[in-house]
């Protein structure tokens, strides 16, 4: 019985590695393969399986970018804290939503962050030495928290950002990533760097530590519901391949550009996939 859930392995690494790359926990490459596998279960088991497999995806890749000391601590608790709420409500609402509806807002969604991503990719100067400068007294404002950071290579960080804006953007993707089961990251991290001039390198350590929190709550949520009871097996071999393949993608972080992490040009695909899969 156990050799059907073999092909899993694979599929976490895969979904591991390229999820701790960009910092998305990966539930957005799970999530419409799950729906096109099992087109017959609920929403709730679908969001269960991978917000569980995007837990362990964060935990693992957090652990990796915390050793190359990528994480903003200090920031990364205030967020976490704001996605509770947030991971609660959305994991409670997953079991209110049809799956024809669910495969479509999925597929639509998919497609927004693919052009959004596109859009809004730029180079991150991380190779050097970083002193950012916003312009006019914005960046003098008392009402922004500055960071200064200096990763395991010796790269310097230097950012300022509105803490309120980051944790309004939490409790909306946490309650999104919860309802969806994708962790939530494909639009964290363009959030962070866009909105609050995260370094791209930075901005995906980070949000891995957030994802970890958020994944974590959604799934015990479901866990209390009874969702997950089905799941267990599948979520295990997952499991063993996220975690691997999380310590790949974040050592493969060192060797591409901010640019190419943001752009997520598949995403594209896969949402217009599903939505074509309804007719």
Same mark, same amino acid.
């Given at each position: 019985m156990l050799e059907q859930y073999l092909w899993l392995l694979p599929l976490g690494l895969v979904v591991g590695c390229f999820g701790t790359l960009i910092g998305a926990g990966g539930g957005f490459?799970?999530?419409?393969?799950?729906?096109?596998?099992?087109?017959?279960e609920k929403t709730e088991f679908i969001t269960s399986i991978s917000l569980a497999a995007v837990f362990f995806n964060a935990l693992s890749g957090s652990i990796a970018y915390a050793r190359m000391k990528r994480v903003d601590y200090k920031s990364g608790i205030?967020?976490?804290?704001?996605? $509770?709420? /947030?991971a609660i409500l959305g994991a409670l609402s997953t079991a209110f939503i049809s799956r024809r509806a669910f495969d479509v807002i999925f597929g639509v969604l998919m497609m927004l962050a693919a052009a959004y991503l596109w859009a809004s990719a730029r180079e991150d100067h991380s190779a050097q030495s970083r002193q950012r400068v916003a312009h006019g007294s914005q960046f003098i404002a008392s009402?922004?928290?500055?960071?200064?950071? $200096?990763? /395991?290579d010796g790269l310097e960080y230097r950012y300022a950002f509105d803490a309120r804006v980051g944790v309004v953007l939490s409790v909306f993707v946490?309650?999104?990533s919860s309802l969806l089961g994708v962790g939530g990251g494909f639009i964290?991290?363009?959030?962070?760097?866009?909105?609050?001039?995260?370094?791209?390198?930075?901005?995906?350590?980070?949000s891995h530590f957030v994802l970890a929190v958020m994944a974590l709550t959604g799934t015990l949520v479901h866990i209390a519901g009874g969702a997950f009871v089905h799941g267990v097996r599948r979520t295990a071999f997952l499991a063993v391949g996220v975690i691997v393949g999380a310590q790949f993608g974040a050592a493969l972080s060192?060797?591409?550009?901010?640019?190419?992490i943001i752009r997520g040009l598949a995403l594209a695909f896969v949402g217009l996939r599903l939505i074509l899969s309804e007719y």
């Open positions: 490459i799970l999530v419409p393969i799950l729906l096109l596998l099992y087109p017959n205030i967020f976490s804290i704001a996605t $509770i709420p /947030g009402r922004l928290t500055h960071r200064h950071l $200096i990763d /395991g946490g309650y999104l964290h991290v363009p959030a962070l760097t866009r909105l609050l001039d995260f370094p791209v390198h930075i901005a995906t350590a980070t060192n060797r591409v550009s901010g640019k190419m």
